[in-house]
T-cell receptor, first 112, second 112 residues
Framework: GENVEQHPSTLSVQEGDSAVIKCTYSDSASNYFPWYKQELGKGPQLIIDIRSNVGEKKDQRIAVTLNKTAKHFSLHITETQPEDSAVYFCAATSYSSYKLIFGSGTRLLVRP | GAGVSQSPSNKVTEKGKDVELRCDPISGHTALYWYRQSLGQGLEFLIYFQGNSAPDKSGLPSDRFSAERTGGSVSTLTIQRTQQEDSAVYLC??????????FGNGTRLTVT
């Protein structure tokens, strides 16, 4: 079955700097890759997703890139703000499946 | 509209007691998932319901865990004879088929 690895487990950046979180997946059939942000005491919230027919997607300060050959996908946050501090999870699944497999999470701290 | 609602938000129980956790999905969502999140860990898949199909119970950790979904809407996760290792946040999510998962804020279960 699918296995998703996520790095780093913790990331501390200065406000205004960029943050990058990387994930790898094992199942070449996976073709849907969402990213979730989880704030303390809340459930994960979808912030951006990418499907395998594109290599990059942007939404304001957030972008996701996908390298299907290498089975890598990454989340990029530019101009970080203190409110970006949270735990971020990557995930993967395929259209033929329904079981979203999550990475272990990255705790992002943005220092004012 | 209303999001995924879970109750109770917190539950403290004694070892050996049974507990029931409730999930109200987003109206019209045919898919419903339960995940477990242990302290500082990622999300572990437990069970999946899709319409009237047989549920995928492959993630349930033991036969003490069971879940049902009545009328294709509300779901209940039941843990019998709770153990301390069952302490975690139990997250419910729903989705329209093939679309992103929407999570509730979870039930924090503490077994003393």
């Amino acid at each position: 079955g699918e296995n998703v690895e996520q790095h780093p487990s913790t990331l501390s950046v200065q406000e205004g700097d960029s943050a990058v979180i990387k994930c790898t997946y094992s199942d070449s059939a996976s073709n849907y890759f969402p990213w979730y942000k989880q704030e303390l005491g809340k459930g994960p919230q979808l912030i951006i997703d990418i499907r395998s027919n594109v290599g990059e997607k942007k939404d304001q300060r957030i972008a996701v890139t996908l390298n299907k050959t290498a089975k890598h996908f990454s989340l990029h946050i530019t101009e970080t703000q203190p409110e970006d501090s949270a735990v971020y999870f990557c995930a993967a699944t395929s259209y033929s499946s329904y079981k979203l497999i999550f990475g272990s999470g990255t705790r992002l701290l943005v220092r004012p | 509209g209303a999001g995924v609602s879970q109750s109770p938000s917190n539950k403290v129980t004694e070892k050996g007691k049974d507990v029931e956790l409730r999930c109200d999905p987003i109206s019209g969502h045919t898919a419903l998932y339960w995940y477990r999140q242990s302290l500082g860990q990622g999300l572990e898949f437990l069970i999946y319901f899709q319409g009237n199909s047989a549920p995928d119970k492959s993630g349930l950790p033991s036969d003490r865990f069971s879940a049902e979904r009545t009328g294709g809407s509300v779901s209940t996760l039941t843990i019998q004879r709770t153990q301390q290792e069952d302490s975690a946040v139990y997250l419910c999510a729903s989705s329209s088929q093939g679309q992103a998962l929407h999570f509730g804020n979870g039930t924090r279960l503490t077994v003393t």
